[in-house]
């Protein structure tokens, strides 16, 4: 087993020796001054394994100072290392007189040898620092060259008219979450729509007919949520201008379906009494404040306005329709069903009435949906087999 495992294990054992024991073997573990002088004594003292504890060069020293003769090995390794006088003597080809002026000689040649490496080595890594600096420099210009053409041509681009049509048509889009793929041969009809809906205009019936038909894909639930608001907004206009009711209930029907319920309440709520006395327009009224209360989550007050429209009109499936949906949302599912029954008996088309069920069931709570589906296929399984691959 070699010297150093050995050494460092009796170090580690200091933490638990007594105070005299471990003040000597800290000194065992350091150079002390008897290592030096003894390197100093055969002129080796500027080669670093002399002064170490358990090196080659070392050994050979103390074995040299006892009178010890050195192995093959050793006389070989100071050949190798240019050790000439100091293997000289060890041999017995020289004196000691002899070899001090011999190796210190050599010393003095290790020791110019050191500095010229040394300073040769402290030149290469000046010239290393320079060329860093030198090579930083011409990428730092480069950069500096590639940031200004990058400024002009993003300048040049942006004052580009195409460029700013193609960036002003990209946000138009995207406020209208439309920022998926447009087929060419419909892009040009879709833009135009979104220009003249973005300025304040209305769409035409053509237009709606369009986003219904060949441009369905791109009806986005934004897309209708401006179309209502746009026309709430031409409605309340024509009920300010004209005090003609009709347009409040239009309006009205427009704001729910922008999501805008409270507005579509505060605009019913202005007509005058006298205005709503012919029955059809009062039950109108009714019908449709009873959908902004079922929108604001009142539902008695959503009954009793529905309620209110069923009397009036009777024969008219709106104010059915209304009951069902507010009855179903309430819990009251049979009574619900029994009032689109009647809905269905007075005009209204099954397909409206799965159109609202569907409603009812997206709004619906996870255990409130599969009550829902479990009523409607209790009720008649043929005839609401669709809800059995409704999903969420």
Partial sequence: ????????????????????????????????????????KYFVSDLPGATIPATRLQNILENLEQGRTLSKHAVMYLQQHGLTALQQLAQGEITY??????????????EQAAEAKRQKEEAAWLRRIEEDKAQEAIRNAKYERDCQRAEEARRKRESDPEYI?????QQLRMRYGLDQFIEKQLFAHLMDILHRLDGGKRLSDEDIIWLTTEGKDYYTEILQAAFHEREAEFFTAEYKRTSDPWNAVNASGHYRKCNQARKAHDLLISIPAALQKAPKLNSAICTTHGGVMRDLNRFDEALKFGGQAHALTPKDFRPCTLLGAVNIEMGDYLTGLDWYEKAKER????????????GILLRADKAKREEIKAVLLRVDSERYKWVRNFKV
């Fill in 165 to 169: 049509a193609k960036i002003k048509n």
């Fill in 1 to 40: 087993m070699s010297r150093i495992p050995k050494i460092l294990r009796q170090a580690h054992s200091n933490f638990r020796a007594p105070p005299r024991y471990g003040t000597e073997l800290r000194k065992r573990v350091v150079v002390d001054q008897s290592r030096i002088d003894l390197a100093s």
């Fill in 97 to 110: 007189e002899a070899f001090c002026k011999t190796t210190s000689e050599e010393q003095a040649k290790r």
């Fill in 347 to 358: 005009g209204a088309s099954e397909r409206s009435i799965d159109y609202d069920l569907r």
